[in-house]
């Protein structure tokens, strides 16, 4: 198969699972089962960081390569509290944040980061010949990952309409990150780059999960803790089942 229709066509299954994990929160019209949701947003996430992004991290670029975990937690935490206006929960008059509905534009930031070195994996697999292992992998956590972002959406209150097109916008992050890889490939060496880019981007997953999924989680699920944590650790143990049966070379 030529390499731009194996591109062509992994990445539109890929934006159909990002859709597909998105309607499946969409279609659930319970607040309490929302919450939970978030739950398991937040073991998602941290499954993402630990499970696959930081092995490979390590694998590829070495003990140095988490120097940049930190760096992609701060990088989000400053621009949550300083460039994008701040989402609390606190009195109206509150004079330390300007509230607003960024929490989503947060985590769309983070989750795209981490999706554009998707799109890198799946270029280089293509064009290694295990594109298809690539495939599975990539949309096995695509689903996941897109119903973690369209959980946070929606509890901002936004549109379905709003979350469809975010859900759409972070899919086709995948194909921008494979062009990405074929026009610098020639010029930069991506088995050092993609290692400590992977870090930074866990560090992105790390500050959205523990400093907004499940602050969230705590005020406002106190009457399903249980459920609550059950899916936290449905979200973990998913992670990992992945991390151990749909692993390709680069990821």
């Not at 229709?5 to 319970?30: D, F, K, N, P």
């Amino acid at each position: 198969m030529p390499l731009a229709v194996a591109l062509t066509l992994y990445s539109l299954i890929i934006l159909v699972g990002a859709l597909v994990g998105a309607l499946a929160v969409v279609l659930t019209r319970t607040p309490t089962r929302l919450v939970t949701f978030l739950a398991f947003a937040a073991g998602v996430m941290f499954g993402a960081a630990f499970f696959h992004m930081l092995p490979e991290a390590y694998v590829g670029g070495g003990f140095w390569a988490f120097a940049l975990v930190p760096a992609g937690f701060v990088f989000l935490m400053v621009l949550e509290r300083y460039v994008l206006t701040h989402a609390c929960e606190e009195p109206a008059d509150c004079k330390e944040h300007v509230h607003g509905h960024t929490l989503g534009l947060t985590a769309f930031l983070g989750l795209s980061t981490h999706t554009l070195f998707d799109g890198i994996a799946l270029g280089s697999a293509v064009k290694e010949g295990v594109g298809l292992m690539a495939l599975m992998a990539i949309t096995s956590h695509k689903v996941p990952s897109s119903l973690s972002l369209a959980s946070i959406l929606k509890a901002e209150g936004k549109s379905t309409s709003r979350i469809l097109l975010f859900a759409v916008l972070y899919g086709l992050m995948v194909p921008v990150g494979a062009v990405l890889y074929f026009a610098f490939d020639a010029v930069l060496r991506f088995e050092s780059l993609a290692p400590r880019a992977l870090a930074f981007s866990a560090g992105t997953f790390l500050y959205v999960a523990v400093t907004d999924l499940l602050p969230h989680v705590n005020r406002h699920g106190k009457d399903n803790k249980a459920r609550n944590l059950v899916a936290l650790v449905t979200g973990l143990v998913l992670m990992l089942a992945l991390a151990r049966v749909a692993e390709f070379p680069g990821h």
